[in-house]
């Protein structure tokens, strides 16, 4: 279960551009899943970090606002919106989002980003879904 101290300290990490705070957050060996056509996998909390220094570099600022949280289990689902303006092309890009992150004891092992709010909450949910048929399996097991 994700206590509450740790959603609050998520949510600053995602609302701060603060480095510092993600090697309290994350596993050293956690991964970065992106979603789209350009995704791809960033295993390790140094290429996490690297990625971020990245696209820091690209962009003259960000600014990220957290909507609303679920919680089930070792599962957080995050809903943000925000805005960002590239440095290349001076665009201003405005996002609204829902990131997935999984839990493996107090750290962060897993980050799921997706532009489709629906996706990530039908990515969720069917997690949730099947903790709890794993839970009832597990129960059945257990009583018989």
Partial sequence: MVSPEQIALLR????????????????????????????????????????FRQLFEEIEYLWTEVEEVFTEGDRVLVY????????????????EMGILFHFRGDKISVVEPF??????????????????????VARDLTDG
């Fill in 12 to 51: 600053y990490s995602l609302e701060s551009t603060d480095f510092d705070t993600l090697p309290l957050l994350h596993h050293e060996d956690m991964e970065l899943r992106e979603t789209g056509p350009e995704g791809g996998v960033h295993k390790g909390l140094n290429a996490y970090i690297a990625y």
């Fill in 80 to 95: 943000t919106r925000g805005e960002l303006r590239d440095k290349r092309t001076d665009a201003v890009i405005y996002m």
């Fill in 115 to 136: 532009i489709d709010r629906g996706q990530a909450y039908d990515r969720w949910r069917a997690g949730t879904e099947s903790e709890s048929a794993h839970s009832a």
